[in-house]
């Protein structure tokens, strides 16, 4: 049942924001993970490559297949994933459980190294990722029409990460991202999930 712009009650009668509809494991993503921070390299860069092979496709999709990333792309350890070669392109591009699309694939091997390069330079990749704040405290949107597809912060993200050699991260892709890492606060005003400090 809607209650807001944006807002829906659950069978549970907690109201929620509006995209999980009714799916159980995406009212569990969205009430414990999606805005919630995330320091962890490896869970940082599998969120990095899961919101690279979401561009252009469902986020359930993704979230349905994401046991089976895991388990195709060594847990998302980027140390693993980047000493990834051309037959584990071609055994990842076989792999039905994934996307099989080569440029998601090809990229997020690439991304491993940029993952590893980054950290070396800023002590971990959290510290890189988590630099890119909001210019100060920002307010949670009030309806799905007051959340943006991109910001200053992901453009500058998406841009220093290309400039440090990553693929499929655009600013779009890279305010994905932020969302899912919970650099940034989307749930709509009213939503049961409490908001956090990161």
């Known amino acids: 049942m809607a209650v807001a712009d944006g807002l829906v009650v659950g069978d549970d009668g907690l109201a929620r924001c509006w995209w999980p509809g009714g799916d159980p494991g995406y009212i569990a993503y969205h009430d414990t993970e999606w805005g919630r921070p995330v320091h962890d390299d490896v869970r940082l860069y599998e969120k990095l490559c899961l919101e690279g092979f979401q561009s252009g496709l469902s986020w359930l999709t993704i979230l349905r297949k994401r046991e089976a990333f895991r388990s195709a792309f060594a847990g998302f350890d980027p ?6 070669g051309d037959a584990d392109v071609d055994r990842l591009l076989g792999d039905a459980g994934i996307i099989r699309h080569r440029g998601k694939i090809t990229a997020a091997i690439a991304n491993a190294g940029v993952v590893l390069d980054l950290a070396e330079a800023h002590g971990s990749f959290a510290s890189f990722v988590w630099g ?16 943006p597809a991109t910001t200053p912060e992901s453009t500058a993200l998406a841009r220093a990460l290309k400039r440090a050699g990553a693929r499929f991260v655009g600013p ?16 709509l005003v009213g939503c049961h999930v409490p908001p956090v400090r990161a």
């Open 172 to 187: 779009t892709t890279a305010y994905a991202f932020m969302q899912a890492m919970g650099r940034v606060d989307d749930h």
């Open 79 to 84: 140390t693993v994933v980047a000493g990834f």
């Open 132 to 147: 890119f704040a909001p210019d100060g405290p920002r307010s949670r949107p009030a309806t799905p029409a007051d959340v």
